[in-house]
């Protein structure tokens, strides 16, 4: 759930986790995801076709009104609950900017996003398939079902990414100071997320476990 103390703002727990106070209850876990899912099809994939600028921003009380509109039972919505969501979301989805929000990553339209490229690690990882590792180390790794190929920071996080897809993912990891000499930027699009247009062969190696620990 998601509450909002009067002293520290929004949090998500039971109680403020600076204060302990209870603070006022903005929303439900279930609301939190479905709140969730709606902003994901907004902001990732252009649905319900909003006015969105070339980096993504989407206007609140657009995002506000099109969801009660279409979702009755969200009536209760106002924009200081999409900021609640986007403050406290432990991966750092989202973005807000003056009166608009964005999706950091996870875009299916393209987007000039204009994230940050300093900090960028020396090594990123990427989760795939058996099947299609041999033929990502052969080619190189283009994105699929996404604009960009998203990479992770540590073997871990790709791991729990890739989990979602596959029940024992192989890991890649990205020589990304090389990719970057190639002329593939990197830019950082949340705490642990990472995008790029495309990594080739030639920085690509395969992971081992024993990186992860």
Known sequence: MIR?????????????????EEGKFLMSDFEVE???????????HGRFDLDMDEQGFVEIRDIVS????????MGWLR?????ALVETDPKGRYQTGGSAVRATYGHTIKLDL?????????????????????IILEVGLLPSDRSMVHLSLTYNDAFRAGSVRVEDPVILAI????????GFSICRAAKTVFLCRQ??????RMAHEEEGE
């Open 4 to 20: 909002e103390c009067s002293e520290h703002g929004y949090f998500r727990d039971e109680t403020c986790p600076y204060c302990g």
């Open 34 to 44: 479905k709140l969730g899912r709606t902003l994901a099809g907004i902001l990732r």
């Open 66 to 73: 099109v969801t009660k509109e279409h979702n009755p039972r």
């Open 79 to 83: 924009p200081h609950h999409i900021e």
């Open 114 to 134: 204009k994230l940050p490229t300093d900090g960028v690690p020396e090594e990123l990882f990427y989760p795939t398939t058996p099947e299609e590792a041999d």
């Open 175 to 182: 020589d990304t100071v090389s990719c970057i000499d190639r």
């Open 199 to 204: 990594v080739p062969a030639e920085c690509l």
